[in-house]
Structures are given as structure tokens and as C-alpha cells.
């Protein structure tokens, strides 16, 4: 078992659970360590993200846990940074960089969100082509490893409603190359399985070509289930740490007090 987890979300933004509870719940699968990762607030769209106000109160609520479970698990305050996020990372332990939306003309359209509204974006903005969709998607993807996080979240979130299993070669030829560029300025990349948990995939982000790549290019991984709710810390790890060994790997990456370490798989 992998006994820790860096990528979680709380009732700051859009999990179910405090985070003193994803804490305890962390504590009860005999987990070593926990990083709490909220989403970074968002203008635009507030209706997921942390809202600005909370932000002081959510690292100082972060903080007295850490002291309060001090010696039965380690605790770590992150924030997921959405590429079109302005907030000021320098407080938080680490930061997974992600893009959730895609940014076209001023405005924007979430990749995530429902299969309909990709899909409106897709017809709307790229005429009904998704070649053209991905390519915008991950031009966006390689911005946000400009800013230069500590890692990328869940690279191919396009992926999540199948609207790309069917293009084979051409779809994976642009995927693998941003994954190159992307691994030149950030050299960490998450394995999620937060689509596995709630029933979109049956395999993490990245597919299984792209953490080919990311071996190959001498990348490291991060295992997190971009946990929204307690039960699903530690979803599918068991078989996702396989996916990774049929990758090539033999380690994952942990945080910890003096910044990453390898554990092996």
C-alpha cells in the first residue's frame, strides 16, 4: 500500500469532508502522511474553488492541525493552482499546477465540468474538432508548467468523458510531445485516479502512452486520487501501482519535510 496521499480537497472548495476529518480518516487507513490541496480561487468561476477570504483562514487552519497530530501523521498544506489563478503560491508547501478550463476570445469553458458542455466548447470554438480542441488544451497545459509548479495535475484531464479514445495515433502524437516539453520546466507529473473513483475511467491520468513518456524522459510520479471524499484516499492504488510498474517505474514520489523522496512500488 502507498500510506500517503498529496492531491485531496476539502470543504474549503468542493470536497465533502473538513479537513480535520480527511485528516483523522487519513490517520484511521494508517497513513503516513497527508497533503491538503484546495482549489486555488478562481473569478470566474467560484463555484468549486476556495473562496480569497478563506484563504488566511485555511493555511492557519492547516497549520494547527499539523501541530495538533504532530508525531501520528505528517501533514502538508498545498493548493492545486488553476493556470488562470492568480493566487500567491509562496505560502503553501507545494503546488499542483492545473488546467481545468480551456480559454478562448476572454472566455471560459470548463474540460471537466459535463461531457455536454465539452462538447458545446468543441462545436462552438473548434468547429467539431477535437484534433484542434487538444491542441488547445495542451498548449494551455505548457503554459502552466511556465509558472513552474511543483507538479502537473492530472495532464490529460481532457481525456476524463472518452471524447478521445478514438483517435489513435494522431490525438497521442500531440499528447506525447506537450508531455515533453512539459517535462523540461517540470519534471514531476501526478498519477490520479480521481476519474477511476468516481466512474468515468477505469485507468488513471496519465494514459498508460504517456507515462511511457514520462519514463523515458527520465520524469518522476506522484500517486494521488485527487481525493473530494474520505473513502476514496487511497482508491485503486493497489492496481494503479501496477500500471506503473508495466510503465517502467519502481518508485513513486513522497513529500516530506525536506522536499521529495522516492518510495518504492
Not at 519534471?187 to 511511457?212: D, Q
Not at 473513502?231 to 485503486?236: F, G, K, P
Request: net charge negative.
Amino acid at each position: 500500500m502507498i500510506p500517503f496521499n498529496f492531491h485531496t480537497h476539502t470543504t474549503f472548495s468542493d470536497g465533502i469532508d473538513t479537513p480535520e476529518q480527511m485528516v483523522l480518516a487519513a490517520m484511521q487507513k494508517e497513513f503516513e502522511a497527508i497533503g491538503i490541496t484546495d482549489h486555488s480561487f478562481t473569478p470566474f468561476d467560484t463555484t468549486y474553488c476556495m473562496q480569497e477570504k478563506n484563504v488566511p483562514v485555511y493555511i492557519k487552519t492547516l497549520r494547527a492541525l499539523k501541530k495538533k497530530y504532530a508525531g501520528k501523521i505528517e501533514i502538508y498544506c498545498g493548493i492545486e493552482q488553476d493556470l488562470f489563478s492568480d493566487c500567491d503560491t509562496r505560502p503553501f508547501d507545494y503546488v499542483i499546477g492545473s488546467v481545468h478550463y480551456i480559454k478562448v476570445n476572454g472566455a471560459f469553458y470548463p474540460v471537466d465540468e459535463t461531457k455536454d458542455k465539452q462538447l458545446e466548447c468543441i462545436e462552438k470554438l473548434f468547429g467539431g474538432d477535437r484534433i484542434a480542441y487538444a491542441k488547445a488544451y495542451y498548449e494551455q497545459v505548457e503554459q502552466m508548467a511556465k509558472q513552474r509548479p511543483t507538479m502537473i495535475g492530472h495532464f490529460d484531464l481532457l481525456t476524463k468523458f472518452g471524447l478521445f479514445d478514438d483517435l489513435g495515433a494522431d490525438y497521442e502524437a500531440i499528447a506525447a510531445s506537450s508531455m515533453r516539453r512539459v517535462l523540461k520546466t517540470v519534471p514531476i507529473i501526478e498519477v490520479n485516479t480521481g476519474a477511476m473513483a468516481r466512474g468515468y475511467r477505469k485507468t488513471p491520468y496519465p494514459a498508460a502512452f504517456l507515462l511511457r513518456t514520462v519514463r523515458e524522459c527520465g520524469g518522476e510520479v506522484v500517486l494521488s486520487s485527487d481525493c473530494h471524499d474520505a473513502r476514496q484516499l487511497d482508491y485503486a492504488f493497489d492496481a494503479t501501482c501496477t500500471e506503473l510498474k508495466n510503465a517502467g517505474f519502481s518508485h513513486v514520489l513522497r513529500f516530506c519535510e525536506h522536499g521529495w523522496e522516492r518510495r518504492s512500488i
